[in-house]
């Protein structure tokens, strides 16, 4: 480690996940949140925290486990609704819908616009979003996500550059990416992860319990959960790579 990242661990140490009351946690589709954060995000409602959720693409040409004469269209409400009722058993009630067509097939200035405006409204002080810096990630709606959520952790605090996206500016302090292999903030879930994988099932039209696609998701989950677990004596955790609002900008250690 150089002894520039020693000393900023020291000086500017990066949030906790858990020191806030109000999260947004913003998701590519619907199922994302619950299998990148699901467990934390339970956590922080059962906690009594101002927990909100952001799905931003509609998840059209997630034909995987729905019926076969499903159209995309028709897919897209039935994909609302199962994220409505996995929210609900994560025990969050307050959840947005960009309603993005999937797969790309969108304008990012739409993107970034709607979930600035989706930030004014709900006023977070922290962000939960995909890593868009994983080098493996090659689906275009996380990384899109991901860099738009990035975007706007750092600019939601200005109000002209807010009006200029038609939101309200809010007093975001850090962002939380999650799906990442550089945590360097954890949070304990142990016995929470029942609960993230029944919110999983939720989404009857991507997984059924016998499918092989949702038992290797499953198993990562739970290879996941031990292997943060024991990065930080937590038993079972997730893991985050947190940036704080000193972290942001110029500090390009702070990204390591």
């Known amino acids: ?17 858990e020191a806030f009351e109000r999260y947004l946690f913003i998701g590519p589709h619907p199922d994302d949140i619950e299998i990148g954060a699901g467990a934390t995000a339970a956590k922080l409602a059962a906690a009594g925290k101002q927990v ?4 931003c693409m509609d998840g059209r040409y997630g034909l995987e486990n729905a019926p076969a004469s499903t159209t995309p269209e028709e897919l897209a409400v039935l994909r609302k609704e199962e994220a409505i009722a996995s929210a609900r058993l994560l025990g969050v009630s307050d959840i947005h819908f960009l309603e993005l067509c999937d797969g790309g097939a969108y304008d990012t200035d739409a993107l970034l616009s709607g979930m600035a405006r989706v930030i004014g409204k ?18 275009a709606d996380h990384i899109n996500t991901g860099e738009t959520a990035k975007k706007l952790a750092f600019f939601a605090p200005f109000e002209e550059i807010m009006a200029g ?35 999983i099932l939720c989404h009857k039209t991507q997984f059924t319990a016998e499918l092989p696609a949702y038992k290797d998701i499953a198993l990562y ?13 937590y038993g079972h ?8 609002r000193t972290q942001m900008h110029c500090l390009p250690e702070a990204g390591e």
Request: aromatic share 10%; net charge positive; with cysteine.
């Open 1 to 17: 480690m150089s002894l520039t990242k020693t000393a900023l661990r020291f000086a500017a140490p990066v949030p906790q996940a």
């Open 52 to 55: 909100s959720f952001l799905v």
């Open 221 to 233: 989950l739970r290879l996941r959960a031990v292997d943060f677990g024991l990065r930080s004596l």
């Open 122 to 139: 709900v006023q977070p002080q922290i962000l939960f979003a995909p890593d868009p810096d994983a080098t493996s990630e090659c689906h």
């Open 165 to 199: 996206y038609g939101a309200s500016s809010a007093k975001v302090q850090a962002i939380a990416f999650y799906m990442t292999a550089r945590p360097n903030r954890f949070v304990k879930t142990l016995g929470l992860m029942g609960r993230q994988r029944a919110a």
């Open 237 to 244: 955790a997730e893991g985050f790579r947190v940036l704080g």
